[in-house]
């Protein structure tokens, strides 16, 4: 389940994040990219009033729903 294919129709405009790649994933340019970016989608997601409560973001934080 995707947290951006779910909430689409409620949150059109989504940041972007780096395009996964198989051959640079080790480089630390690449490892920096990529976790600035989850840093600044998980803001994105923590400062939306219907986001930050989804089952899906609550599930991949190991948090119960209940």
């Known amino acids: 389940m995707s947290l951006k294919r779910e909430y689409s129709a409620i949150v059109p405009s989504w940041p972007e994040f780096p395009q996964k790649s198989y051959f640079r ?4 340019a690449t490892i920096k990219d990529r976790l600035a970016m989850f840093a600044s989608f998980t803001a994105f997601v923590v400062l939306h009033p219907v986001l930050y409560k989804s089952p899906i973001f609550l599930a991949f934080l190991g948090l119960s729903t209940a």
């Open 25 to 28: 994933r080790f480089h630390t």
